[in-house]
């Protein structure tokens, strides 16, 4: 069965103040990597985000890219090799959380590109979502 990830809008990357950007790890600073995983993560007493592991495990069973579960690709990678894990590649679900992502990232001016490498999907799906909120 496809690994399926259900999130909300308490999850740390889904609120207002943050940059949904800073998850996708080949386009931002160390810092802003940081600061991601942090969020994912908790640190200095902030609570991690409460989708920490059913997040982790996805992105283990799925090759997203960007951060997922406070873990970069290339920690996962690793992690993969250590766990015996073999990932399946991204499938597109055109549900509302993909829909709710790629219209926040559209909104701050984030490429359609780097919103597809985030969500794991193609760009004309990416295409397909913003089109049908436009
Ligand atoms: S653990 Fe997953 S859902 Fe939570 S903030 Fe990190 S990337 Fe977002």
New binding site residues.
């Given amino acids: 069965m496809t690994p399926r ?1 259900e ?1 909300d809008d308490t ?4 609120q207002p103040h943050v940059n949904p950007e800073w ?1 996708h790890d080949e386009a931002r600073t160390p810092q802003e990597i940081t600061r ?2 942090n ?3 908790g640190v200095g007493g902030r609570p ?5 592991d ?3 495990d996805y ?1 283990l069973r799925i090759t997203v890219s ?5 873990e970069t690709e290339t920690e996962r990678r690793r992690m993969r090799r250590e766990r015996g894990i073999n990932a399946r590649p991204a499938y597109f679900h055109p549900g509302r959380n993909n829909a709710w992502v790629a219209r926040q990232m559209h909104s701050r001016g984030v490429s359609v590109r780097a919103i597809s490498e985030r969500l794991g999907i193609t760009d004309q799906a990416v295409r397909q979502i913003l089109a049908r909120v436009a």
Avoid: D, N, S, Y
């Fill in positions: 990830l999130t999850a740390g990357c889904r998850w991601a995983k969020i994912c993560k991690a985000c409460p989708f920490l059913p997040c982790l992105a960007g951060i997922w579960g406070g």
